[in-house]
T-cell receptor, first 115, second 112 residues
Framework: GAGVSQSPSNKVTEKGKDVELRCDPI?????LYWYRQRLGQGLEFLIY????????KSGLPSDRFSAERTGESVSTLTIQRTQQEDSAVYLC?????????????FGSGTRLTVV | DQQVKQNSPSLSVQEGRISILNCDYT??????FLWYKKYPAEGPTFLIS?????DKNEDGRFTVFLNKSAKHLSLHIVPSQPGDSAVYFC???????????FGQGTRLTINP
């Protein structure tokens, strides 16, 4: 597609429920990243996929968080047993890996509210 | 450990004047620096970047300055326009590390 697409754009969920967030990267982009921005804070790295290599999961805050990506296409970020502190805007970005230094292309994000 | 810091959460500037956004970093291994701009309900968009081998990069109204000895970079916008009102993030990367590290952002408001 022309840009990075994320769905849903907004999600309100009850504490303790599981949620799944989806990201469609730009076609041909081999690298895909998930970040989140909690209220009043900066962009926090969560996880990074590069082609068929093992993902870099070093930013996932707890084992309630997991993400998958099939090949170089769609990625899903799953949060199990959501907590109020999980409320944030979850941003996905993709890049043509070797040109990472020129920056990522971000989607518009999913605003997650846990009540 | 916040490796990239933007100590001013907000900045207000009059239209036509210069806006200066600042960013400090702690990791001397960073060798590429970027600025992103974010409007409400949109994802951040790439604005301008600079390599550590340079101390200045200019693109139209936007100039980024890098002071490696001070581990400090700044973004200058001149003249500032109302459409520049947004949140600006600086980000740094170690080339080959494939992971940008972002600051907390500065909300810039341009007043008419």
């Amino acid at each position: 597609g022309a840009g990075v697409s994320q769905s849903p754009s907004n999600k309100v969920t009850e504490k303790g429920k599981d949620v799944e967030l989806r990201c469609d990267p730009i076609s041909g982009h081999t690298a895909l990243y998930w970040y989140r921005q909690r209220l009043g804070q900066g962009l926090e790295f969560l996880i990074y996929f590069q082609g068929n290599s093992a993902p870099d999961k070093s930013g996932l805050p707890s084992d309630r968080f997991s993400a998958e990506r099939t090949g170089e296409s769609v990625s899903t970020l799953t949060i199990q047993r959501t907590q109020q502190e999980d409320s944030a805007v979850y941003l996905c970005a993709s890049s043509p890996s070797v040109h990472t230094i020129y920056g990522y292309t971000f989607g518009s994000g999913t605003r997650l509210t846990v009540v | 450990d916040q490796q990239v810091k933007q100590n001013s959460p907000s900045l207000s500037v009059q239209e036509g004047r210069i806006s200066i956004l600042n960013c400090d970093y702690t990791n001397s291994m960073f060798d590429y620096f970027l600025w992103y701009k974010k409007y409400p309900a949109e994802g951040p968009t790439f604005l301008i970047s600079i390599s550590s081998i340079k101390d200045k990069n200019e693109d139209g109204r936007f100039t980024v300055f890098l002071n490696k000895s001070a581990k400090h970079l700044s973004l200058h916008i001149v003249p500032s326009q109302p459409g520049d009102s947004a949140v600006y993030f600086c980000a740094s990367i170690i080339q080959g590390a494939q992971k940008l590290v972002f600051g907390q952002g500065t909300r810039l408001t341009i007043n008419p």
